[in-house]
């Protein structure tokens, strides 16, 4: 070590002292200082991050699965007022949604069906008397019917394209009732 040697405030000198016993040098007390109140402030900061940042997040996550899985049934809760809660109305919007999209699916099937249905009976129908008596007449009507029938499946290919295309609200009113 190096002591520096003063007389009245003004420098004379330095001494330089060894010894063969080692010392560590002190300890650096701004960086410790420093240190302790980094984790500190990491004490205060982590718990309100995980609750109002990282709960939420996994929370969304979970309703993003439940979602996907076909849990459509359950309103998504909105439980806050922030950016977060912005986000569970998206996505109970996006829920509101997919399920109407779904009954009219359901409904369009059901229609389709029923329409489908009618001149296949006809046909059937028309077949069986066209083999029993030989009339011409019949084959007409069930010329007729599959016309009427090659629309309805015409339409329904022309509603499945607008659909694709995003124009499927525009097709809805032209579907054949």
């Known amino acids: 070590y190096w002591v520096r040697l003063d007389r009245g405030g003004v420098p004379q000198g330095a001494l330089r002292l060894e010894s063969s016993v080692w010392h560590p040098p002190p300890p650096n007390l701004p960086v ?13 900061i982590v718990p309100p991050l995980y609750l109002w940042v990282l709960r939420p997040l996994r929370r969304m ?10 849990g459509l049934d359950e309103p998504v809760p909105v439980t806050r007022s922030d950016e977060f809660g ?12 997919i399920q109407l999209m779904l009954k009219l699916r359901h409904r369009l099937l059901g229609d389709i069906s029923h329409e489908l249905r ?5 046909v059937t129908i ?3 008397l066209a083999e029993e008596s030989g009339e011409p007449a019949f084959f007409q009507d069930i010329k007729r019917e599959l016309r009427a029938m090659d629309e309805l499946i015409g339409e329904l290919l ?7 295309a995003g124009r499927a609200d525009a097709q809805i009113g032209r579907a054949h009732v």
């Open 86 to 97: 912005e986000l569970e109305r998206a996505f109970e919007s996006l829920r509101q949604r």
């Open 32 to 44: 410790i200082a420093a240190g302790c109140w980094m984790a500190v402030f990491a004490l205060m």
């Open 118 to 122: 009618g001149p296949l009976g006809r």
């Open 126 to 128: 028309g077949l069986s």
């Open 158 to 164: 022309e509603f499945a394209r607008a659909q694709s």
């Open 61 to 70: 996550v979970a309703v993003a699965h439940h979602l996907g899985e076909g």
